[in-house]
């Protein structure tokens, strides 16, 4: 089946600990992003990329970062210099970066973090 | 700074009735809208997406596009206990690839 796979769908981090979280898609679309969501909030913009080994700070880049070194492949880490991490994480893609169809938005799963 | 606006809600609809979800933009350049359903604890999924003024319909969902009003909307006909989610309302500004999302507007339909 063709999708977006994020793992672990829960996890839980100490004070201090960076994390990452996994997101593998075999849609073989070029962009991928990374959104947070925080309880009776919208989905802020984090990172995304448009292609292999490269990407863009989105609206709330503090804290985290991400690689592309395959276009299947998004991890995003979760760094200590992130403070208030506790959130719902999604994973998304599209066929490419453009106005249109070519950018509707589909979505992994989700993983949930928790700070303890 | 673009600005995609919904009321949160609740709205609450009786079994069978016409929902009415409202969302308003504010860049006049925007260029593609999209609406997504999201149950409690899970991603969201996508419903329709809509770029031409006037109505797409896709079932028991009708979105409508009035860009002279900056307004999208999406009616969900025949509405069941089963559309209880959240809705959210996604815009691609002028001179951007990356839609902002709104905040999601809660719909509760009870038997």
């Known amino acids: 089946d063709g999708g977006i796979t994020q793992s672990p769908k829960y996890l839980f981090r100490k004070e201090g600990q960076n994390v990452t979280l996994s997101c593998e898609q075999n849609?073989?679309?070029?962009?991928m992003y990374w959104y947070r969501q925080d309880p009776g909030q919208g989905l802020r913009l984090i990172y995304y990329?448009?292609?292999?080994?490269?990407?863009q700070k989105g609206d709330i880049a503090e804290g985290y970062s991400v690689s592309r070194e395959k276009k299947e492949s998004f991890p995003l880490t979760v760094t200590s210099a992130q403070k208030n991490p506790t959130a719902f994480y999604l994973c998304?893609?599209?066929?490419?970066?453009?106005?249109?169809?070519?950018?509707?938005?589909?979505f992994g799963e989700g993983s949930w973090l928790t700070v303890v | 700074q673009k600005e995609v606006e919904q009321n949160s809600g609740p709205l609450s609809v009786p079994e069978g009735a016409i929902a009415s979800l409202n969302c308003t933009y504010s860049?006049?350049?925007?260029?593609?809208f999209f609406w997504y359903r999201q149950y409690s604890g899970k991603s969201p999924e996508l419903i329709m997406f809509?770029?031409?003024?006037g109505d797409k319909e896709d079932g028991r969902f009708t979105a409508q596009l009035n860009k002279a009003s900056q307004y999208v909307s999406l009616l969900i006909r025949d509405s069941q206990p089963s559309d209880s989610a959240t809705y959210l309302c996604?815009?691609?500004?002028?001179?951007?690839?990356?839609?902002?999302f709104g905040r999601g507007t809660s719909l509760i339909v009870h038997p």
């Open positions: 998304a893609s599209s066929i490419f970066l453009a106005r249109g169809s070519g950018n509707t938005i589909y």
């Open positions: 849609l073989n679309h070029d962009a």
């Open positions: 990329s448009q292609i292999v080994n490269d990407f």
């Open positions: 860049d006049r350049g925007s260029q593609s």
């Open positions: 809509i770029y031409s003024n």
């Open positions: 996604a815009v691609i500004a002028g001179g951007s690839y990356i839609p902002t």
